[in-house]
């Protein structure tokens, strides 16, 4: 997929605000930290979400058009542990409420900081995705942190770890913001389900 469009379209708290249901849309989310606004901008291809060396700067759910064609969201991340409890509590709201009630989120992409063992939070989440029926993807960011071999070994073992949970895994992708590594696999994934979602409509 080729990106020649991504405008800004709003900010807010409220899912029942963003903009109307009609076209796919595309969410990213993953603790604070992980690197989501740098994967962001490297889809896009340009700045369009803020980086900060602060972790947990994205507070709102964010929507941008791309192609004119589909929503790509850069929502809060979550397990934040410096904010206050009342803090927190909103986030999880903002998020459970976006996730659960926009009928057009087509794919969630989670992320997950390559350089870690798997961390409880994370497996969490995929579970209550699991028990909602939330359709979701992996995206291993920060692979130019490591090897190869090393980036491919801690791939292998969350993923081991998810099967204790899961029959049959969600896909994944191995990224680096710095490198560009899989921008291509990501977008053309995205196109994929573009294009299947357009030939049912037809």
């Known amino acids: 997929m080729n990106i020649t469009s991504a405008d800004f379209i709003m900010s807010n708290t409220d899912p029942a605000k963003c903009p109307e249901g009609t076209k796919p849309e595309y969410a990213f989310i993953g603790r604070s930290n992980v690197g ?3 994967l962001i901008n490297m889809l896009a291809g340009k700045r369009i979400a803020m980086t900060s ?11 941008f058009l791309i192609n004119n064609e589909w929503y790509l969201v850069d929502l809060p991340g979550y397990g934040y542990a410096k904010r206050d409890k009342k803090t927190l509590r909103q986030i999880g709201e903002i ?24 961390q ?3 497996l969490q989440f995929t579970e209550w995705l699991g028990e909602n029926g939330i359709p979701f993807s992996i995206i291993f960011t920060k692979a130019d ?8 070994e801690n791939v ?24 560009k590594t899989g921008r291509d696999e990501i977008l053309d ?7 299947m979602i357009a030939q049912q409509n037809q």
Do not use: C, M
């Open 53 to 63: 060396q602060t972790p947990g700067k994205t507070l709102l759910i964010n929507h």
């Open 189 to 195: 994934y995205i196109d994929e389900i573009n294009r």
């Open 95 to 118: 998020i459970k409420s976006y996730i659960i009630n926009r009928t057009n989120l087509t794919n969630l992409f989670v992320l997950i900081d390559i350089r870690h063992e798997p």
């Open 156 to 179: 292998t073992t969350f993923l081991d770890k998810l099967s204790e949970q899961w029959e049959e895994l969600p896909k994944h992708f191995v990224s680096s913001s710095e490198k």
């Open 145 to 152: 942190k490591l090897s190869k071999t090393k980036a491919t």
């Open 36 to 38: 989501k606004s740098s």
């Open 120 to 122: 409880k939070i994370d």
